[in-house]
């Protein structure tokens, strides 16, 4: 609205030599009379083009998000299983009043915690570590970065094949490598006890080249001139990266921290491929636990309830940790 | 600051190398793994010592794969696929992306707000009642069920709209008053201006629909109609517990699956790299 207004008005004053004085009596009448919501609406400097502009994305953003958010939404209140819409009665609360004693969607909840807890801290320090080497200036870094960025764009379903083979407590290259030094492997992804480890650890092998990239751009970002003065001051490596790397990277850890919590939290591919939940529900995480209560069980109202918990649950870990952040940076400026 | 090359910059040279030596051995290896093996005639795929190097040269694995198996109509489903997503996302996102930069219209910035809290949303929220959807306009097990639910994104919108914000406003003016319509800007200046975020966006697309195996395994119901990604993970769950499966047929599969990305990547390599850091600068 303010540019085409600049636009005329300087094409008005084309003669005059002097920009255009931004003082109000000359740019602006001195009474505007209220335009209601129509007549703002319809006014010159609503580019009602725009509305055009953006109708193929607002029609796919309501067909294909809102509407299924609502309708999730009010499918939560209701008894929905197979087969016909018509046939599910509204059961207001139920849905989550059975929820909250059911072991099975609470358990499928800590696995997808502990799988969290495994995968986040683990491959945030495992990339930095790489970063770190990365932003030294040494030859062949292209070529580095290209190797290590082959399992980020490869396919879930290849990467579980190659590891399903890899990972194999008899025959696989892991165990034999193990067994060169003497250690007997486990049985990876066949073990209750090991194999969410396992899925994380081969989570962590497929991300690290992103998490890296984004750990690089922060690490560029910050002056060199500040290790220079530390170095002058007698600061050693170690201490110039506890005291000046590690806190000005806080903005990439902090988005690293959130982006990766909430994407774990929904982890869901590498269990499909890997283990379907097995062995005895070990790896059961909630949005597998949940694809299955809707796609194999057909309940579709609970499995909406789920979902909703779910999500709730990460938008609280998500506050927690955005309100974590600004109590720090209050405290330190 | 200059580096000279004192005993101490070398050794942690040295060890920097060491470190990446190690890391790309970890990243190579099973990549290595899968290629051998999927030259290996089934059954001899497992020796001891592993064997990590392509022994033998036997393409019969891939033969079966386009002779016995349907890989060729997954590679081209997955193909057609991809290409309307890419497209779709590339025409829509732009157009919305041009009116959210550049035009001045009602509730212009309300909206942009709705769009971005999009984003926050999970997609299992949306799943179930979008395959509902899906469902009910008849689209399962069709190639529009498989694409009109991924030709745009909010994603998309704002990685286009950053960039069409950096082109100085004096271009779209000076059209103006040469009498250029909204349409021409965006066409003639816009799009060719921004050539390498819509490479970046096209990328990330191709990458996302390629691989996503989600969305088809619900609505790709019968064979024809599967990607190479949902084929491969149901040629990879059919043997039953007591039956061994066919590793070096899998293993050739995989080398399917992953060949197009791979090579999109490496040409590409820029602008993936560029997007990834991009997203992770909005946060």
Known sequence: MYDRVENQTMLQDSAATAPP?????????????RKNLWQRFWSRSNERIGYLFILPSLVHIIAFLFIPLVFSFFLSFRDWTRPSFQDAPYIGLGNYEFLMGDNRF?????????????????GMAFSLVIALVMNQKLKGVNLFRTLFFMPVVSSWVAVSIIWLTLLDPNVGIVNYVLGLFGISGPN??????????SIALIAIWKGAGFNMVIWLAGLQ????????????????????????????????????????????????????????????????????????????????????????????????????????????EEIQY | MVVHNTPMVIVTRLFGYLVLL???????????WMVSTSLKAPGTEFSYPPQILPTQFNLTNYQTLFNNLPFGRYFLNTL????????????????????????????????????????????????????????????????????????????????LRQSFLNIPRDYQ?????????????????????????????GVFAFMGTWTDLIWPLLIARSEEMRTLELGLAYFNARPNAFLQPNWPLLMAGSVVVMLPVLIIYIIAQRYFV??????????
């Not at chain 2, 299992?124 to 509902?132: K, R």
């Open chain 1, 106 to 122: 609470w358990q499928a909840i800590s696995n997808s915690i502990y799988y969290t807890v495994l995968a986040v801290p683990m």
């Open chain 1, 188 to 197: 990876w992804l066949g073990d209750p006890r090991s194999a969410m480890p």
């Open chain 2, 80 to 159: 057609f696929i991809t290409a309307m997503t890419v497209a779709g996302q590339l025409v829509i996102c732009s157009l919305a992306a041009y009116g959210f930069a550049r035009l001045n219209f009602m509730g212009r910035d309300t909206i942009f707000v709705l769009y971005l809290t999009t984003m926050m949303i999970p997609f299992q929220i949306t799943l179930i009642p979008l395959y509902l959807i899906v469902s009910q306009l008849g689209w399962v097990n069709t190639y529009q069920g498989l694409i009109v639910p991924g030709i745009s994104s909010a994603f998309g919108i704002f990685l």
């Open chain 2, 274 to 283: 560029q997007g990834i850091a991009l997203s992770g600068v909005k946060g």
């Open chain 1, 21 to 33: 004085a931004p003082s109000p009596s000359a740019s602006q009448p001195l009474f505007v009379p």
């Open chain 1, 221 to 328: 970002s910050i002056p060199q001139e500040l290790y220079e003065a530390a170095a002058i001051d007698g600061a050693n490596r170690w201490q110039s990266f506890w005291r000046i790397t590690l806190p000005l990277l806080a903005p990439t850890t902090f988005f690293l921290a959130v982006t990766g919590i909430i994407g774990s939290l929904q982890v869901f591919t590498p269990v499909y491929v890997l283990t379907r939940g097995g062995p005895l529900d070990s790896t059961n995480t909630a949005v597998f636990h949940i694809y299955r209560r809707a796609f194999q069980e057909f309940d579709f109202g609970y499995a909406s309830a789920q979902s909703w918990v779910l999500f709730a649950i990460i938008f609280a870990v998500t506050v927690i940790q955005v309100g974590l952040r600004r109590r720090r």
């Open chain 2, 22 to 32: 190690v890391v790309a051995g970890m990243m190579v290896v099973p990549f290595m």
């Open chain 2, 173 to 201: 003016d000076a059209a103006r008053i040469d009498g250029a319509s909204e349409w021409g800007i965006f066409w003639r200046i816009f799009l060719p201006l921004n050539g390498p975020t819509l490479a970046t966006l």
